[in-house]
């Protein structure tokens, strides 16, 4: 059993040059996920010169983790937000998903990218063990309303393998996300245009509109936050202060796993479970592969962490008895109050693309091809419909005070709260813990080899107490959802610096 992603498992990518100079380009992007590489490929194809800043390795966090269902269905159900924001803007977000989809299959086509692409039907169904008669409404109901606004969409009474009622979405797709970036990513250098890994951006100059990478300045005309959660970059504190309460983070679970030739029609599948459990299938000539996933919970807010996999591994083989388990991996999701991601200009020159929630493969390619319309100075249809600031309608108020109000809870109960050991002596090799007495509390973690790396448990965001991520062996705040790896430095935002070292 292995922690690494299937993908990164199945498909290793050259590495980039970590940034060594001075330079200046028309566009930065900052961020090498499917969002930054996506954007930086089009405008490039486009004649600008782009640098694509990447802080770890390319594709490497949650575009590493993805489970990668390429679909317009989004996670709040279209009758959902047909009713939050109308008919038009229900469809309007549907219809750019299927634009992604559209996208990348154009630009597979074009650059002849052997990716595993193919188009496959998608099934929502009752869940395993539920309440059939009781969720048959609202599956109809979703049906009906996708029909209505123009997407191919059948209520059945028996999913396929399932035998439960669901929903079939035609026109959906799946591809393998990394062999997809590896081959775009390939394109970027040249011609004025670079792509650096193991470089991150440490500070921005709104005057001089640059921004500083190991030590050296990057000048440019316009820049594209790729960064999943946004950095501050060019807004202002309290601006960004303000925009994060809107986001909320979700650690997700995924198990891959082998099962015989024809367990299972190729196809994607999902449940109407809280939070869902969603399945891929895969082909292959020997086996399909199968991922499964669910377990979703906000970021941090869970310890016992590894018992997530043990759950989804129960379930699994609760609908694939014969599948053998060798890939586990989680990764974050980013939500917003509404169900629809933020994606636009929200600083002068500075464009931002975040809270995609379990779309982020399709509103990743949404937002570069909205961000290179930008660049170009066109119109985008989709711009109000997604602009940060957008001024919303039913229900948005009230789920932004619910998703924020543990904010204050974990700041409070973590600081007063007793620490999980007393001395450092307890902490066993490859883990993790924080330690202490109540009023100084370190993190420490104590490598295979015995040596400690002992850090202040305060995240560097806005103070809240980091928590030791036993699955994953990392730090992980409740408060905002940053994670740190087990010897501090910082893996994903909001935070923009490590754990500070005791
Ligand atoms: C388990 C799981 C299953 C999922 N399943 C699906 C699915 O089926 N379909 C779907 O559409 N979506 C899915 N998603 C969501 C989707 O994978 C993500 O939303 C998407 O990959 C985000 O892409 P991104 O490029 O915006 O961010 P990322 O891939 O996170 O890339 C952002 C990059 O910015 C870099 N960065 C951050 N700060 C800096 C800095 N200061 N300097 C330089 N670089 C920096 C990071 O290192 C990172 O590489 C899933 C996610 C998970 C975790
Ligand atoms: S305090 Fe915001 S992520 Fe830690």
Redesign the pocket.
């Known amino acids: 059993m292995t922690t690494i992603p299937f993908w990164i498992d199945s498909t290793p990518i050259k590495r980039f040059p970590t940034l060594q100079k001075n330079m200046r380009v028309d566009v930065l992007v ?8 996506t954007t930086a490929y089009l405008l490039k194809k486009a004649g600008f010169a782009v640098a694509l ?4 390795r ?14 317009y269905i989004t996670d709040v159900e279209l009758y959902k937000l047909a009713d939050s924001f109308g008919n038009d803007h229900a469809q309007a977000a549907w219809d750019a998903g299927a634009a992604a989809i559209d996208e990348i299959e154009r630009i597979v086509s074009e650059e002849k990218i052997d990716c595993e692409f193919m188009m496959a039907p998608a099934y929502l169904h009752v869940r395993v063990g539920g309440s059939v008669q009781k969720e048959i409404p609202s599956l109809k109901k979703e049906a009906r309303t996708a029909g209505k606004l123009g997407f191919d969409a059948t209520y059945l009474e028996s999913v396929p393998h399932f035998n439960l009622p669901g929903v079939r979405f035609a026109n959906q797709a799946k591809f393998h996300p990394r062999k997809y970036l590896r081959a775009l990513v390939g394109r970027i250098p040249g011609d004025g245009s670079h792509v650096f890994e193991r ?4 500070e921005f100059d709104a005057k001089k509109c640059r921004a500083k ?1 190991n030590r050296h300045w990057i000048s440019f005309d316009r820049l594209v936050m ?3 959660n946004p ?1 501050v970059g060019f807004s202002s504190i309290t601006s960004a202060a303000l925009f994060q309460t809107k986001l909320v983070l979700y650690t ?3 198990l891959g796993a082998r099962v015989p030739v024809g367990t299972i029609p190729e196809a994607m599948f999902w449940d109407t479970r809280e939070p869902y459990d ?1 399945l ?1 299938v895969d082909g292959h000539r020997d086996f399909e592969y199968i991922i499964y ?1 669910g377990e979703d919970h906000k970021t941090g807010q869970k310890r016992k962490t590894k018992q997530a996999y043990a759950r989804l591994e129960k379930r699994l083989k609760k609908i694939l008895p014969e599948a053998r388990v060798d890939h586990r ?6 939500c917003s109050p509404d169900g629809l991601p933020y994606i636009g200009e929200n600083a002068e020159r500075q464009f931002i ?2 809270g ?1 929630c ?7 390619t949404v ?1 570069a091809i909205m961000a290179r319309d930008w660049a170009m100075g066109r119109k985008n249809p989709w711009c109000d419909l997604f602009a940060f600031d957008r001024k919303k309608i039913k229900g948005a108020a009230w789920n932004y005070v619910k998703e924020n109000k543990d904010y204050p809870y974990y700041m409070l109960k973590d600081r007063l709260a007793r620490a999980e050991g007393e001395s450092v002596r307890e902490i066993k090799r490859g883990k993790g813990m924080v330690v202490g007495s109540r009023l100084k509390k370190i993190a420490a973690f104590r490598d295979r080899k015995g040596e400690l790396h002992k850090f202040s448990p305060v995240c560097p965001h806005l103070g809240c107490h980091v928590r030791w991520n036993p699955a994953e062996s990392t730090w992980d705040c409740p408060c905002h959802g940053s994670r740190f790896k087990s010897t501090g430095e910082v ?3 909001p935070a ?1 610096q490590g754990l500070s070292p005791v």
């Open positions: 900052i961020g090498a996920g499917i969002t930054g590489i800043i990447e802080r770890e390319v594709a490497s966090v949650d575009t590493g983790h993805t489970t990668a269902h390429l679909t470089s991150a951006v440490t990478i790729a960064t999943n950095l997700s679970y995924a969603y891929r996933g991996w989680s990764g974050q999701v980013i693309a975040t995609y379990g779309n982020g493969i399709t509103f990743g937002s893996i994903a935002g923009e």
